[in-house]
């Protein structure tokens, strides 16, 4: 059975970071892309980084570039979003995905499993 498990949510002051982990099993984790996707309040849940498998290309929507950087450690079957200066705007649900294969963007469609999520607040 594939699970992925987010942790690593909470409070944080606006300019703050937090790191977010995916614990992934049921799956082979090298031949799946993980992507971290969130929904805020009354919006759509949107597609805000993806690491494809193979060559590990990267994608990050544009509100987030140059803030956040997501990875993996395949030894450990853990992805990682690492969030730096962090916004009022970023608060939201925060959920891991995955999907066989490669994607070149993030798409909520592209996902056939997902996490449960873990709440990020950055207070105004």
């Known amino acids: 059975e594939v699970q992925l498990v987010e942790s690593g949510g909470g409070r944080v002051q606006a300019g703050g970071s937090l790191r977010l982990s995916c614990a992934a099993s049921?799956?082979?984790?090298?031949?799946?892309?993980i992507g971290w996707f969130r929904q805020a309040p009354g919006k759509e849940r949107e597609g805000i980084s993806c690491?494809?498998?193979?060559?590990?290309?990267?994608y990050y929507v544009d509100s987030v570039k140059g803030r956040f950087t997501i990875s993996k450690d395949s030894a450990k079957n853990t992805a990682y979003l690492q969030m730096n200066s962090l916004k009022p705007e970023d608060t939201a649900v925060y959920y891991c995905?995955?999907?066989?294969?490669?994607?070149?963007?993030?798409?909520?469609?592209?996902?056939?499993?997902w996490g449960k999520g873990t709440l990020v607040i950055v207070p105004s």
């Open positions: 049921g799956f082979t984790f090298d031949d799946y892309a």
């Open positions: 995905a995955a999907a066989q294969g490669s994607f070149p963007y993030c798409y909520v469609n592209d996902m056939n499993h």
């Open positions: 690491i494809s498998s193979g060559d590990g290309s990267t």
